[in-house]
């Protein structure tokens, strides 16, 4: 009988150690696969949390509100006192309460502050309209009061008053976003100041959740 020749060990242990080989660096290649998936995987979800914050932020920039103040002593040449608030802002304003202090004194309605003391509302060719509670969209105009100048001399001694001190006079109004973020400003072109709510206007809201 006629035994196959058998073969060289060195050949063998040849085939074996390029199997160990071959497996290690199939396992390599499986771990660098897998690291790159993981990275790959976290890289994505770091930047679609990027593009999140960055849209969050983009719609709070076209939906938020900024209230302006203003007042004059003309309308097309008469004399006419006129006290206004517009919306130059991007969204909404839910206003909640507005104040306007003069020398000392606090008056919630402008009427109240061209009153004075014994002044008679009914005797005065006065409009007037609140501001809070109100909602004024982007871009809308509240006419707060008009006043032209006329009538005997108490209202005319009324009308000076308000004219001389109109300057002095500093307005204060609460207002909320869409997105019930409030604020406190003069409405001055001063930086409004966060706040968590209109009901509480001393509680600053947190860092980070900051409008303008």
Known sequence: MIEPPEAPHHVVEHHRNAGKWFDIA????????????????LHTGHT????VEQNQRLVRAQS????????GNNVDGEKVLHFEVRNVGTGPARVAWARLNVDGETYDRWSDYALGAGT????LPLQNAPLAPAVLSAGDERPIMRWPRQGGSPELAAWDRVEASRFRARATACYCSVFDECWISHMNGDVPRQVVSCENPEAIAPRGNSGH
Do not use: K, N, W
């Open 26 to 41: 199939m396992a390599v290649a499986v771990l660098i696969v897998s690291f790159g998936s993981l990275y790959v995987s």
């Open 48 to 51: 679609m949390e990027a593009l």
């Open 64 to 71: 938020t509100p900024i209230l302006q103040y203003t007042h």
């Open 120 to 123: 008679d509302l009914r005797r």
